[in-house]
């Protein structure tokens, strides 16, 4: 298969790829895996897609001419009734093809997240459990989140308001964990910089992150990762892939055995802990991993500084 500007495969070297071209959860992502960590397989989108796709676009070129709220509420209208035509569908559904699986994750991935200061947590579009019939549908809601109300105001708060196409999409091999969560490389409540702070639900981490569900929690001490504080929570419902052919998420009733139930073994919180741990080292900041845990594997979905 010809390569694609528009395409970078996980795994491959990262040469002259910058957090520009692959934001900075796909720059992240990218080098996480060519030092062998295990995350889910996938590509990124590149963000020449979306610069190519803009400038392809007449209606799109004087939108920022207009004050701001005025300029992203045209930008996504442009983008919803907007095709993205085969030169980028061609080889995002060819990338889709080649990587054998049923459904993705679809993950925004900006040039301004998940830095030292600000990380965006939670202002762009991700989209679970897409199938192919679905997948350019849901690059453009990923687009389209780039211009929301919301990272309007994100963007006024650092003065950050403008023509910033610098915006690429993670699209992974979507995984059906067990359970997942959030783990802080540092408490992230009282900063100390000896524990490690691990939450955990049932099903996708979806739920802990949104808030809605209680986690079970682990503080454990970073030298020797003993466990210093446990705190159980029950959780009735859980978060999952979607039965239907359409994909998506769905809710439902976490099996009766597991309401009460510890979500994380202790050999599994070990490797979780002691993943972290590693991370922190090699990155050389206090990290913000997220996660998840299949009957046999470990994933790391996500690491960014703590910004909080």
Known sequence: MKESPFIFWLGAELDQWTPAE???KGYQLADLSLLAYPIP??????????????????????IWHHEPNTATAEARRALQVCH???EIEDPLMGAFDQLSVATVAVRSSSSREDGHTRSYAGQFETKLNVTGDHLAEALKACWISLFSDRVLAYNLKDDAVG???????VIQEMIAPVAAGAAFTHHPTNRDTSQIHIEAVWGLGEAQVSGCVTPDTFVLRKCDLEIMEYQ???QETMLASSISGEGG???QPVPPHLIAARKLTPATLTLLA???RNLEAVMGYPCDVEWAVTEDRLYILQCRPITT
Do not use: K, Y
């Open 22 to 24: 692959l934001g900075g």
């Open 41 to 62: 397989r996938g590509f990124i989108v590149t963000a020449s897609t979306l610069r190519h796709f803009w400038a392809t676009h007449p209606e799109l070129a004087h």
């Open 163 to 169: 023509d910033n196409l610098d915006f690429a999409v």
């Open 232 to 234: 159980p929570a029950i």
């Open 274 to 276: 002691s993943t972290c």
């Open 249 to 251: 998420t769905a809710w």
């Open 84 to 86: 993205i035509g085969p």
